[in-house]
């Protein structure tokens, strides 16, 4: 009776543990692709219509890029990180860069 318990509880220890760091992560995501979506369009001045999708990944270097298509230019997925400091960076050399103020 006390195995059956005790493997009960690690279960549902694993599945919140798993549920959790998913929730998180998505949570990561979201947030990334809302303020890039906001320093495009507030900052370097490019308008809802200009932004197909944004879509941020988990990666090695850097850990949270973000892929963004423009409507100018759809067959080309831009790669954008913000450093963990909201300070938006193009990663990908491709021609043109899409950031008009050069901050790097």
Do not use: C, H
């Amino acid at each position: 009776m006390k195995i059956r318990k005790l493997i009960i509880y690690s279960t549902l220890i694993i599945v919140i543990l798993i549920i959790g760091g998913y929730s998180a992560l998505q949570f990561k995501y979201n947030s990334l692709e809302k303020s890039l979506k906001s320093y495009l369009i507030n900052v370097q001045g490019y308008s809802e219509e200009d932004i197909v999708s944004i879509k941020a990944k988990f990666g090695s270097m850097p850990k949270f890029p973000v892929y963004v298509i423009f409507s100018d230019d759809p067959d080309t997925e831009y790669i954008f990180t913000d450093r963990d400091a909201s300070d938006w960076k193009q990663l990908d050399p491709k021609q043109p860069q899409r950031l008009k103020v050069d901050n790097q």
